[in-house]
Each structure stands twice: as structure tokens, then as C-alpha cells.
């Protein structure tokens, strides 16, 4: 068995980890955003908007994000734009974040006890004030650990960003099997490097749910 | 914009559209099935007094759900060809699905099983039950019924997510997809077509478990109320 | 006959000495109840008797098995020793029928035509004969007590012990519970009652063992309920007031 894995092969996995972070924080950022804009249709006493944004997390939440990236990529080639991989992946990484993002968001919005609503109400706050001063502050206390649990299932989704051609972690690994055709040593060594990256968002995550001692687990686990 | 969307090129290969969804309909419910039984085991084994048990199946646990499925399956499949053991494309895709499903169906069976009070326990032992029949007859029936919502969604996304199988050549929907685009040179309709594919799948699954659990839980049936 | 006998039993959790010393018998038949406040010890020391806890120095024998023994296989125990929890611990996924029949079936090797046959004369014991394919949750508080003495029973076993089983139950749902114990004593079975149920204890109780601060204050027939020989159990009784 000739050892062919060096140093120049670590650099290379260690180079596609950045990228795995920056596409990762680029998810984030953007699904974040509008998975935020998601929630709030979800819980709008405004029927269209709340239909819509249903309609919206019914139809991401049932298309592989393999598909959505294949999606993204020729939608966008048809659209006459060239764009390096990465815009692709970080659009359909947005789209897919932001309908799950925005349902864990929509749960814990909803996990605020009815009586703070009306408690605001009663104080003649505006329904902007309403959520803004009181249901929000309460609704982000709740939703930081799914948050940060789910951060976890991004880094881990952002490998399918390798079949657009995005050079992150799990391309980084293909690319160094195919010049030296260990897959054992190679794709062990780039599951141990997504491990670090997960494991501590893990950790952190049931850390936060034990302080907060939430009885209500809004879980939802994309593969 | 000068495309001009063209779906009647891409409807015409229903027929290998129709052979993936069957390839992915097998490729899960295999997976679910044997996924199933592996999580139960491992949540079982996860409150074992047997220290060494219940390392085990934490650090599979974690090893799992930490690394993305894809390398998963790189692993699987690539890794055994590199011992010698060159396996079907369909083979490693269950066996690697399986070992996926399985660690996350652990965390839910472990989540249901802890949701048993200790006085149900109690009980069961006073009525001199041995272990295995408590486990059977008290602990994993109600487990499951309170969970079965999580383990529901969970077994849809493994459906979905035996799409990144493509990636070694399983046969299943979106290699046919990448297959009919490459002919047909209409990739954003294909992609499309198949995303409606995937849609209906999801619902077929759901509306599956759902007449399961009619059956699995007849307390639930004949009351409507939840555990 | 003596069918339970406790000889210097202790038994502390942690720091806490909860039974200090307790030594009393049960005969076959006897109904014997156990009175005291929070605290006393009265549980533990009906639990310790179904191997719920485990003592930390003594003797204990129920219907020939050494409880005692660290070695002892709880399951055959507890072919023999049917005990009732203040709440009722039904398996909320069985029907009435399924509960009782379920350990017939498979701690003693029960057919499922004995099972069944079994379940009815239990149920029609406890006056529940109609609710057999009811669910717990759809029975009111006393009529899931009935149903957990009935599944006890259907053990077919030589002792039955009772934690309070009343306490979690108003007043009219604790008569009809009362009612079917007090059938079950004519019956000639031997029971063991922790209760703060006097009247029952008094009218109902061959013994009656007061305990206090882990210990046996004192024991006796109903007379003791006229005539409290300690000044605990005068003062627990309320005659004080």
C-alpha cells in the first residue's frame, strides 16, 4: 500500500473546511433572513401571507436539496448568468435554510405563552410593539438552541454543494481520492474534519437546552 | 429572456422516471425498515447498564450524526471496493442509509423511551415481568406512539436524501434526472419534473405511516387522543 | 401461619434513617394495616417487603421467600405478592382487559383462554365487568384503582399490599375502592394496607401498627383506635384537639 496522502493533500482538505465555513455562514446569514421573514408570514393574522409562506415551507421542505442545487445552478444558466459554484450554492443553501429555519423560528414564536400576547395587548401595544418588544425577546431565548442545533445540519448539507462544483470540504476529498485512491485514510480523515467542525455546535446546542430546561423540543433533523 | 421552456421532451421519459421512484421507494423503505430496528436497539442499548454499551452507541451515535451523509457514503462505498469488497451501488446505498437512519432513530426512540415514567416501570416489574417483556410490552409500544410524529418526518427525509445516492451511481430518481437532462439538454425542466416526482413521494410516505400508526396504535384510533 | 415476618429491619436513604429497627408478622389471612404520619416510614417498609427497596440490615420473609436474600429472584416474589400504587400505574396503551391479562399471560404462562377467563372473574371481583375494553384515560380515579387491584389479583398471588391507595381519590371514589378491599378481606385474603383511612383501618383491620420516626410505636387490634396506649399515637389519632 503505497502512502500517498502528505501534507499538500491536508492543506487541500484544510482549505475546502474554510470554504465549508464560508458557504456555511453564507447559508446562515441568508436563510436566516429570510427564514425570519418566513416566520413571521406564518404567524400573520394576514390569510394570503400565511398560506403563501405554508405553501412555500410545504414545497422546500419536500425537494432534496440535491435537486434544489441542480435547480438553482441551471435556473440560473438559463437566466444568461454565469456565476462561479458558489453563488448557486449559496442561494439554494439560502432557500433550503430558510424554510427550515423558518418553521423551527415559527414553533418558537408560537411557544410564547398565549398570556404574553394578551398581556401586550392589554397595554395597548401595536401588534409591531407586541412582537417587537415582547413576543420576540421571549421567542429568541427559546429558539437559540434548535438554532444552534441546526447550524450543525447546514455545515453538514453544504458537502452537496460539491456536485455544482464548489470546491468546499467533501469535493476537497473527492479531488485528493481520485489523485491518490486511498478512501479509506482520505474520506476518514474528511469525516474527522466535518466532526470537528459539528461536534461543538452539537455540544453547545444541548448545552443551551439543558439551561433552558425547555419541556417543548421543536426538532427537526435534515440528513 | 430567449429560452423557451420545452416540458413534453422531459414528460416523455416518464417510464424511466416512474423505474427511479421505484428505485427510491425501495432504497427507503428498506432503509426505514432495517434503520428502524437498529435505532430501537441502539436507544435500548443507550440506557444499558453496561458502560461499555452505552459508549458505544453514543460515540456511533455522534459519530454519525456529526459527518454529512455524503462522505457517509463515499465511505461505504469506496472504502469497502478498497478492502476487496466491491459491492453493488444499490447494496452500499442501503448500508450506508441504514447506518445513517439508524443513529437518528436512536435519538428518537432514546427520547421516547425516557418519556416512560419509571412507575410504569415499577409496575411492570411488580407484576413480575421479565426485562425483555417490559421493554416490549410497556416501554416500546408507547414509546413509539408518543414519537411517531419525529420518526415520521425523520423516514420522509431519509426518502428525500436517497437523492446524494446518485452520487455512486444508484439508479434511483435524480440519477435518472441527471441522466434525462444530459439527453434531453433540458436540465431546469427535468429538474422540475423531478421535484414534482419527489412531492408526491414525500405525501405517499406520509399518508403510508399515517395508515400505519391506524393500525400500529389503536388506542389512537379508537380514542384520537395523543399519549 | 406466619406469612410475612419482618425482623430489625433498617433502612436509610443517604443520611436519612427511615426505618430503624421494625419487627412485626402477618398471618395468613390477617388484614393488617399500618398508620402514621408522613414520614413515619409506613411506605418504605411496604415496599421493602415487595423488594421495591432494598434494606440495609435485618430480615425479611414473604410467603416463603428470604426478601432479604441480595440473591433473591425478584420475579418469583412477586408471583406471589400482588401490590396496589397510590396512582394506579395502569399501562395507558391496554384496554382494562389487556392490563390484567398481560402478566397472566407472560409472567405465569398463561393460555390466552385462562388469561381471559382469569380477567373476568377479576373484573366482576372489582365491579368493573362492563369497562373491560374501556382505555384507562376514559375511567374516572376510582374505578383505574379498582382495575390496578384487579390486575394484582389476577397474579392470583398469596399477599396484596396496598400503598395508599386511596389517598389520590375524592371521597366518594375512595368509598367504592373501600368497598371492593373490604370484599377482598372477607374473602379471607391476607393483606397489608398503608392508609390514612381510620374508619377502614379500624372497622376492616384484624392489626393495626402505628409507626413513628421508623420505628413500631405500637400495634394492636381495634381497640387501639379507643384506647392509644402512646401519646403519639393519642396526639396522631386527635384526640389532642
Known amino acids: 500500500m503505497s502512502f500517498g496522502f502528505n501534507s499538500n493533500h491536508l492543506m487541500f482538505l484544510l482549505q475546502g473546511a474554510g470554504w465549508t465555513l464560508v458557504l456555511s455562514l453564507m447559508a446562515f446569514v441568508g436563510g436566516g433572513l429570510v427564514g425570519f421573514l418566513v416566520a413571521l408570514c406564518r404567524v400573520s393574522p394576514n390569510r394570503t401571507l400565511r398560506y403563501f409562506s405554508i405553501a412555500y415551507v410545504q414545497l422546500i421542505q419536500g425537494t432534496p436539496l440535491l435537486i434544489l442545487m441542480f435547480l438553482t445552478y441551471f435556473g440560473l444558466s438559463i437566466l444568461g448568468l454565469t456565476l462561479p459554484a458558489i453563488v448557486a450554492a449559496g442561494l439554494s443553501m439560502t432557500v433550503y435554510v430558510s424554510a427550515y429555519i423558518g418553521e423551527i423560528w415559527r414553533g418558537c414564536?408560537?411557544?410564547?405563552?398565549?398570556?404574553?400576547?394578551?398581556?401586550?395587548?392589554?397595554?395597548?401595544?401595536?401588534?409591531?410593539?407586541?412582537?417587537?418588544?415582547?413576543?420576540?425577546?421571549?421567542?429568541?431565548?427559546?429558539?437559540?438552541?434548535?438554532?444552534?442545533?441546526?447550524?450543525?445540519?447546514?455545515?453538514?448539507?453544504?458537502?452537496?454543494?460539491?456536485?455544482?462544483?464548489?470546491?468546499?470540504?467533501?469535493?476537497?476529498?473527492?479531488?485528493?481520492?481520485?489523485?491518490?485512491?486511498?478512501?479509506?485514510?482520505?474520506?476518514?480523515?474528511?469525516?474527522?474534519?466535518?466532526?470537528?467542525?459539528?461536534?461543538?455546535?452539537?455540544?453547545?446546542?444541548?448545552?443551551?437546552?439543558?439551561?433552558?430546561?425547555?419541556?417543548?423540543?421543536?426538532?427537526?433533523?435534515?440528513? | 429572456m430567449t429560452y423557451k421552456f420545452d416540458f413534453t421532451a422531459v414528460l416523455a421519459q416518464w417510464p424511466l422516471f416512474l423505474q427511479g421512484a421505484g428505485l427510491t421507494l425501495k432504497l427507503s423503505v428498506a432503509a426505514t425498515l432495517v434503520g428502524l430496528v437498529i435505532g430501537t436497539?441502539?436507544?435500548?442499548?443507550?440506557?444499558?447498564?453496561?458502560?461499555?454499551?452505552?459508549?458505544?452507541?453514543?460515540?456511533?451515535?455522534?459519530?454519525?450524526?456529526?459527518?454529512?451523509?455524503?462522505?457517509?457514503?463515499?465511505?461505504?462505498?469506496?472504502?469497502?471496493?478498497?478492502?476487496?469488497?466491491?459491492?453493488?451501488?444499490?447494496?452500499?446505498?442501503?448500508?450506508?442509509?441504514?447506518?445513517?437512519?439508524?443513529?437518528?432513530?436512536?435519538?428518537?426512540?432514546?427520547?421516547?423511551?425516557?418519556?416512560?415514567?419509571?412507575?410504569?416501570?415499577?409496575?411492570?416489574?411488580?407484576?413480575?415481568?421479565?426485562?425483555?417483556?417490559?421493554?416490549?410490552?410497556?416501554?416500546?409500544?408507547?414509546?413509539?406512539?408518543?414519537?411517531?410524529?419525529?420518526?415520521?418526518?425523520?423516514?420522509?427525509?431519509?426518502?428525500?436524501?436517497?437523492?446524494?445516492?446518485?452520487?455512486?451511481?444508484?439508479?434511483?430518481?435524480?440519477?435518472?434526472?441527471?441522466?434525462?437532462?444530459?439527453?434531453?439538454?433540458?436540465s431546469f425542466e427535468t429538474y422540475v419534473v423531478v421535484a414534482m416526482f419527489y412531492l408526491f413521494l414525500s405525501l405517499l410516505m406520509r399518508g403510508a405511516f399515517w395508515a400505519a400508526g391506524l393500525v400500529l396504535f389503536p388506542r389512537r384510533r379508537k380514542l384520537g387522543t395523543p399519549l | 401461619m406466619t406469612i410475612i415476618q419482618l425482623e430489625n429491619v433498617h433502612k436509610s436513604f443517604g443520611a436519612l434513617k427511615v426505618l430503624d429497627g421494625v419487627s412485626f408478622s402477618v398471618n395468613k389471612g390477617e388484614v393488617f394495616a399500618i398508620i402514621g404520619r408522613s414520614g413515619s416510614g409506613k411506605s418504605t417498609a411496604l415496599r421493602c417487603i415487595d423488594r421495591l427497596e432494598r434494606i440495609?440490615?435485618?430480615?425479611?420473609?414473604?410467603?416463603?421467600?428470604?426478601?432479604?436474600?441480595?440473591?433473591?429472584?425478584?420475579?418469583?416474589?412477586?408471583?406471589?405478592?400482588?401490590?396496589?400504587?397510590?396512582?394506579?400505574?395502569?399501562?395507558?396503551?391496554?384496554?382494562?382487559?389487556?392490563?390484567?391479562?398481560?402478566?397472566?399471560?407472560?409472567?405465569?404462562?398463561?393460555?390466552?383462554?385462562?388469561?381471559?377467563?382469569?380477567?373476568?372473574?377479576?373484573?366482576?371481583?372489582?365491579?368493573?365487568?362492563?369497562?373491560?375494553?374501556?382505555?384507562?384515560?376514559?375511567?374516572?380515579?376510582?374505578?383505574?384503582?379498582?382495575?390496578?387491584?384487579?390486575?394484582?389479583?389476577a397474579m392470583e398471588p398469596q399477599v396484596m399490599l396496598f400503598d395508599e391507595v386511596t389517598s389520590a381519590l375524592d371521597p366518594q371514589l375512595t368509598a367504592e375502592v373501600l368497598k371492593v378491599m373490604a370484599d377482598l378481606a372477607a374473602g379471607g385474603m391476607t393483606m397489608v394496607l398503608v392508609t390514612h383511612e381510620m374508619a377502614f383501618a379500624r372497622n376492616v383491620a384484624t392489626t393495626t401498627l402505628f409507626m413513628h420516626h421508623g420505628r413500631v410505636w405500637e400495634q394492636g387490634g381495634p381497640e387501639m383506635f379507643d384506647r392509644p396506649q402512646t401519646a403519639e399515637l393519642h396526639q396522631f389519632l386527635g384526640f389532642g384537639l
Open chain 1, 109 to 223: 414564536i408560537q411557544a410564547v405563552p398565549r398570556t404574553q400576547w394578551e398581556a401586550a395587548e392589554c397595554l395597548a401595544l401595536s401588534r409591531v410593539q407586541r412582537m417587537r418588544l415582547v413576543v420576540l425577546p421571549q421567542a429568541l431565548r427559546i429558539a437559540t438552541p434548535p438554532t444552534v442545533g441546526f447550524m450543525v445540519q447546514i455545515v453538514k448539507n453544504t458537502s452537496l454543494a460539491s456536485v455544482v462544483g464548489f470546491v468546499e470540504l467533501a469535493r476537497a476529498g473527492q479531488v485528493v481520492n481520485n489523485s491518490i485512491f486511498e478512501p479509506l485514510i482520505v474520506y476518514m480523515l474528511t469525516a474527522g474534519l466535518y466532526f470537528l467542525l459539528c461536534f461543538p455546535l452539537s455540544w453547545w446546542s444541548r448545552q443551551l437546552e439543558h439551561r433552558l430546561l425547555v419541556t417543548q423540543r421543536i426538532e427537526v433533523s435534515a440528513i
Open chain 2, 41 to 186: 436497539l441502539c436507544a435500548i442499548g443507550r440506557g444499558s447498564h453496561n458502560p461499555i454499551m452505552t459508549r458505544a452507541c453514543a460515540v456511533y451515535v455522534e459519530a454519525i450524526r456529526n459527518t454529512p451523509l455524503l462522505v457517509q457514503i463515499f465511505l461505504v462505498y469506496f472504502g469497502l471496493a478498497s478492502v476487496g469488497l466491491k459491492v453493488p451501488a444499490f447494496v452500499a446505498a442501503v448500508l450506508a442509509m441504514v447506518i445513517n437512519i439508524g443513529a437518528y432513530t436512536a435519538e428518537i426512540m432514546r427520547a421516547g423511551i425516557e418519556s416512560i415514567h419509571k412507575s410504569q416501570i415499577e409496575a411492570a416489574e411488580c407484576l413480575a415481568l421479565s426485562r425483555p417483556q417490559i421493554y416490549l410490552h410497556v416501554i416500546l409500544r408507547p414509546a413509539m406512539e408518543r414519537v411517531y410524529p419525529a420518526l415520521t418526518s425523520q423516514f420522509v427525509l431519509l426518502m428525500l436524501a436517497t437523492s446524494i445516492t446518485s452520487q455512486i451511481s444508484a439508479e434511483e430518481l435524480t440519477a435518472i434526472a441527471n441522466r434525462v437532462q444530459s439527453d434531453t439538454f433540458r
Open chain 3, 56 to 153: 440495609d440490615q435485618g430480615k425479611i420473609q414473604v410467603a416463603g421467600h428470604e426478601v432479604s436474600d441480595p440473591n433473591l429472584d425478584p420475579r418469583q416474589l412477586r408471583r406471589d405478592v400482588g401490590i396496589v400504587f397510590q396512582s394506579y400505574n395502569l399501562f395507558p396503551h391496554l384496554t382494562v382487559a389487556e392490563n390484567i391479562a398481560l402478566a397472566p399471560r407472560h409472567s405465569k404462562g398463561k393460555t390466552r383462554a385462562e388469561a381471559r377467563d382469569l380477567t373476568d372473574r377479576v373484573l366482576a371481583q372489582v365491579g368493573l365487568s362492563d369497562k373491560a375494553n374501556n382505555y384507562p384515560e376514559q375511567l374516572s380515579g376510582g374505578q383505574q384503582q379498582r382495575v390496578a387491584i384487579a390486575r394484582s389479583l
